[in-house]
């Protein structure tokens, strides 16, 4: 919305650095963190009082989380508030890449929160049934997939690009679009499997948000594409943007939720963020990337997936519990030990993921 100050950059010269992703992007962190820390006691305490009980404890979970009884879940309220507020007022609202990626954050929030409400009102970890959530979760993200296939340029529009190998391009043609939705909804699930410990969830998403912002600039940049070797889309630098907000809601909501959290992100969080990275990823065209950056949320979500596999296959179980986090709670590490060894974890695959910018 801001950008069009720069139109009187003629008469106001100084109105001339709306012009800049960058300057935008740094915009749109500190507004969105503003945003977070001026309404979150407000949405924190509405929830409190209307949630009761708050989010409901799994019985068979570790002991510890017991103590965390009462406290109020759906904290991804304040998280989208923050980013949706300020990407409408510092991104440019005439790029479709904008429009989508805040579409698939609104549409997977509100499955989120729907899940979030039913748990809430039943006091049960059940909520919408498995196979009604992906139904929905896939035709946002087919949607989604759609008119990024559209208003790409062909063929490349449609094509899966490869890390380290410049010149290997595969044209997905039309099932380029269950390819991307898969990506999309994958990614919104592996950031909702890792949300299960004060502060797991939101530094990882940080850091891959951080990454990506990189990525969508320069591959939004001619120039620097160019010099990188990597693929120009054109359009995604935008995306910059978005992505620093996404890193101001995170910082003012790690404030409240940081051990012993006043809320819990719930699915209403997590699946909007995993969603929105995974429709950033898709646009850029650096959706194999997506999988090394956001390793973490790959090993979250495999862990779950062998566990169930293996013990319907034999009746035994490969972990303790899955997501994998609680194998290691059962197996004696404190939580503060488990979110700060997967912070790191993930600042290292960051660093992997960022080094096929240039090792082509």
Request: charged fraction near 10%; charge should be positive; avoid cysteine.
């Amino acid at each position: 919305m801001l950008t069009w100050l720069a139109s009187v950059a003629a008469d106001f010269p100084a109105f001339n650095v709306f012009r800049y992703i960058t300057f935008r992007t740094g915009g749109a962190l500190i507004t969105s963190a503003l945003i977070v820390f001026m309404f979150g006691p407000m949405i924190i305490n509405s929830l409190r009082v209307r949630q009761g009980k708050g989010q409901p404890i799994r019985a068979d979970g570790p002991q510890t989380h017991f103590k965390k009884a009462g406290t109020p879940t759906m904290g991804g309220l304040m998280i989208i508030s923050g980013i949706v507020g300020s990407s409408l007022l510092w991104a440019n609202l005439s790029s479709v890449y904008v429009w989508v990626v805040l579409m698939v954050t609104l549409g997977f929030g509100a499955i989120g929160f729907y899940d979030d409400y039913k748990k809430v009102t039943k006091q049960s970890h059940l909520g919408i049934s498995g196979k009604m959530r992906l139904l929905l979760e896939f035709l946002i993200a087919g949607l989604a997939a759609t008119i990024i296939m559209q208003n790409g340029q062909a063929p490349f529009s449609s094509s899966l690009t490869f890390p380290f190998i410049k010149d290997l391009i595969i044209n997905l043609s039309i099932f380029f679009i269950p390819f991307a939705a898969f990506v999309i909804v994958g990614a919104g699930n592996a950031v909702n499997l890792t949300d299960g410990l004060d502060g797991l969830a939101i530094v990882p998403v940080m850091i891959a948000a951080a990454s990506f912002g990189v990525i969508a600039y320069l591959s939004g940049n001619a120039v620097f594409a160019d010099y990188l070797q990597i693929h120009f889309t054109p359009g995604t630098g935008e995306l910059a943007v978005v992505l620093g907000a996404v890193i101001g809601a995170g910082l003012g909501f790690l404030w409240f939720n940081a051990p012993p959290a006043a809320i819990f992100m719930g699915d209403t969080g997590s699946l909007a963020l995993g969603g929105l990275i995974g429709t950033v990823a898709v646009a850029a065209k650096h959706e194999i990337v997506l999988a090394i950056i956001g390793g973490l949320f790959v090993m979250e979500a495999l862990s779950v997936i062998i566990q169930v596999a293996v013990f319907k296959m034999t009746g035994k179980r490969v972990f303790l519990m899955a997501p994998i986090h609680h194998h290691f709670e059962k197996m004696g590490w404190t939580e503060s030990q488990i979110v700060i060894r997967f912070w790191i974890i993930a600042v290292i695959l960051a660093l992997i993921g960022l080094s096929t910018l240039k090792l082509r």
